[in-house]
């Protein structure tokens, strides 16, 4: 049973170009959750989408990021005109439809997809 | 703002101590909390959740909930080098939401 899958692991972008980040969640789960760390920093929400709907963008930067997560295939970071400041690593997550008896669900991270920006 | 608050540490103990972990909210409501270990350059991985006032055990893992005093902390019993990471503290602020709030985390170092 996989776990969550990003691509790409590593990431290199020159400034103004755009990056795409994928992420499959665990099989089963309907929640996918992105996150930004900055080096040295902690995990910064950024976004919370479920099928074809975005729940959460609080997080997200109002201009050049743009996240999706379609019916079918993996959900989508997006950031458009890359800047030096976006350099950082990238954490999906997901979780499954929220327990009966439970608070939040527990979240399991992706490996992370780390950008840089030259 | 909703917040979450930990010492950056680094904490260091030696080998074989109780290594004490802490974790302030700024929100009475929240009624999920979480701690997730992060090795350097690795992912975040779940270490304890805990739901209600007290303490949970897991093997060499105890984490605290006092709820009344926005509080959860982690010990960690007979520590190992191995145990060296970052620890973070995940609170759910909101039961609307899955969303989670991490602080920045603590560095933990484990002396041999």
């Known amino acids: 049973n996989a776990g969550v899958m990003q691509n790409p692991r590593h990431l290199v972008r020159r400034r103004g170009q755009e990056a795409r980040l994928r992420c499959s969640p665990v099989?089963?789960?309907?929640?996918v959750y992105w996150y930004r760390q900055l080096p040295e920093e902690g995990l910064k929400f950024m976004v919370y989408l479920q099928k074809e709907n975005i729940i959460d963008e609080s997080g997200m930067p109002k201009e050049r990021f743009s996240a999706e997560f379609p019916k079918e295939g993996p959900s989508i970071l997006r950031i458009q005109q890359v800047v030096r400041g976006d350099s950082a690593a990238y954490f999906c997550?997901?979780?499954?439809?929220?327990?009966?008896?439970?608070?939040?669900?527990?979240?399991?991270f992706g490996a992370g997809s780390r950008l840089t920006v030259l | 703002q909703k917040e979450v608050e930990q010492n950056s540490g680094p904490l260091s103990v030696p080998e074989g101590a109780i290594a004490s972990l802490n974790c302030t909210y700024s929100d009475r409501v929240s009624q999920s909390f979480f701690w997730y270990r992060q090795y350097s350059g690795k992912s975040p991985e779940l270490i304890m959740s805990?739901?209600?006032?007290g303490d949970k055990e897991d093997g060499r893992f105890t984490a605290q909930l006092n709820k009344a005093s926005q509080y959860v902390s982690l010990l960690i019993r007979d520590s190992q080098p191995s145990d060296s990471a970052t620890y973070l503290c995940?609170?759910?602020?909101?039961?609307?939401?899955?969303?989670?709030?991490f602080g920045t985390g603590t560095l933990l170092a484990v002396q041999p």
């Open positions: 805990i739901y209600s006032n």
């Open positions: 995940a609170v759910n602020f909101s039961g609307a939401t899955n969303k989670l709030i």
């Open positions: 997550a997901s979780s499954p439809d929220r327990g009966r008896d439970s608070g939040a669900n527990v979240l399991t």
């Open positions: 099989k089963g789960h309907s929640h």
